[in-house]
């Protein structure tokens, strides 16, 4: 089963932030926050990953809280490419388990 | 660099068929994964190899689902005999070793049991 809670869809306007929530309440401390992003017929495409500290990269910023019990990826500018379901998995040891993920909708 | 490579895009087949799925991973990547996705679903693991060797397959449906990667890189995964729900993509992932190493997915095959 997921251990994590996203909502099932979001809307987003083109050149805004996208904030997309996850709860991950009963997170260990050796587990890995992973996000990943799926477009419509391809596989699942690796965006960010963090530990404890937040982290950016030329995609997408991923805020984790102290506590670790959740976290927010953020996507600064959001193009219309970006629509795509959004899922936030825990990982120890190489097992990914995902959720539903949230459907990131970006309207012009 | 090139990415995990999959064949075929697209399957269709009437149950109690065979198919076979190939993954060729990305080059150096010890760890290769196959993951079932049912539509509207994420991805769920079937099996995961660690070189040639298996290291989960909890998941996988042992009496019709057999998967094999005997030389460490290239992977084929077999249904045998097909059933109705086993319409899904097929997802092959990599990564460099297991552990926490960033898993890298392929196109995926989707398959269609009439």
């Known amino acids: 089963d997921a251990k994590t809670t996203q909502p099932p869809s979001m809307d987003c306007a083109e050149g805004r932030a996208a904030n997309l929530p996850c709860n991950h309440s009963?997170?260990?401390?050796?587990?890995?926050v992973y996000w990943y992003r799926q477009i419509h017929s391809q596989g699942p495409q690796y965006i960010i990953h963090?530990?404890?500290n937040n982290e950016t990269n030329e995609m997408a910023s991923l805020i984790i809280t102290e506590d670790r019990k959740s976290s927010t990826l953020i996507l600064p500018h959001a193009t219309l490419r970006d629509t795509a379901v959004y899922y936030c998995?825990?990982?120890?040891?190489?097992?990914?388990?995902f959720g539903q993920g949230t459907i990131l909708t970006v309207h012009p | 660099e090139a990415g995990v490579a999959q064949s075929p895009r697209y399957k269709i087949i009437e149950k109690r068929q065979s198919v076979a799925f190939w993954c060729n991973p990305i080059?150096?990547?010890?760890?290769l994964y196959w993951y079932q996705q049912i539509l509207g679903q994420g991805p769920k693991l079937l099996i995961q190899?660690?070189?040639?060797?298996?290291?989960?397959d909890s998941q996988l449906p042992k009496d019709r689902f057999s998967a094999e990667r005997l030389k460490g890189v290239d992977s084929t995964l077999k249904i045998q005999p097909a059933k109705l729900e086993d319409s899904a993509v097929y997802l092959c992932?990599?990564?460099?070793?297991?552990?926490?190493?960033?898993?890298?997915f392929g196109p995926g095959t989707r398959l269609t049991v009439l």
């Open positions: 992932a990599s990564s460099l070793s297991a552990g926490t190493d960033t898993q890298y």
């Open positions: 009963t997170i260990s401390g050796n587990e890995y």
């Open positions: 963090g530990l404890k």
């Open positions: 998995v825990l990982t120890s040891y190489g097992k990914l388990t």
């Open positions: 080059s150096g990547h010890a760890t």
């Open positions: 190899f660690q070189n040639n060797g298996v290291v989960d």
